[in-house]
């Protein structure tokens, strides 16, 4: 479910280009998601990277998987795309001489993780090996992205989102990645073949939920009829995007606070 956004119309509205494909460091078609809830798999802590864990699938969408760690809390959910590298079969760390590691923030007490261990895979669902991507896709030679050119990407303070977004600067290998219509509140620098940018259109393919623009920012001006870029923004977007009531000239980009584990004070 797209809301109304599109982006064939936004493109022509502000004049941009999408990023090619080619500067992605992602498949040409999605990667198929044949997780379900409730599996169970190894991940890489993302708070602690060299510690492989147990994860349980807490949700889906697209091609990403919302993870928890076993042993942590709900409040450090993360998502992974299903051809991530940081994703393996249950059985993949031992048997390359590894040993599972309790999670960072591990609610019991140390000494009591092997027998959770013992017991969060006792009976478990294991995500079956063949459902797993045999590789990552190869990263693009090189940064070949371009300031002004328009992209999906996600919201690293709200990871569950996926939102449009413009090539703010480039840094090397790395790419500005600025947020339509939030006044730069959720950009971020990313190398060029992160796995958290997608071309124009990869939401639609995935069936993943892209949100629209938010509503504040002044838009690059393009020749349409309306002078004001504010008012512009918001004539040209008829979604009510994200807020819950108040209408969109009213919202705060930040006021919102809605309980869980996604509303890291966005
Ligand atoms: N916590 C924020 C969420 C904003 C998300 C912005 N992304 C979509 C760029 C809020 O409630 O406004």
Known sequence: FQGHFSWEKYLKETGASA?????????LTPPVNEFKAGMKLEAQ?????????????VGLTGSRLRLRLDGSDNKNDFWRLVDSSEIQPIGNCEKSGGMLQPPLG??????SWPLFLLKTLNGAEMA???IFHKQEPPAPEQNSFQVGMKLEAVDRKNPHFICPATVGALRGVEVQVTFDGWRGAFDYYCRYDSRDIFPVGWCARTGDNLQPPGTKAVMPKTSGPLTDGAVETSAVHTTPAVSKGGGQRGRKPGRRK??????QKA
């Open 19 to 27: 990023a090619p494909a080619s500067c992605f460091r992602q498949s």
């Open 45 to 57: 802590d993302p708070r602690n990277t060299t510690s492989t864990c147990i994860a349980t699938v």
């Open 106 to 111: 591990f609610r019991l007490n140390a000494s």
């Open 128 to 130: 079956p090996p063949r």
């Open 258 to 263: 809605v309980k869980g584990s996604w509303s």
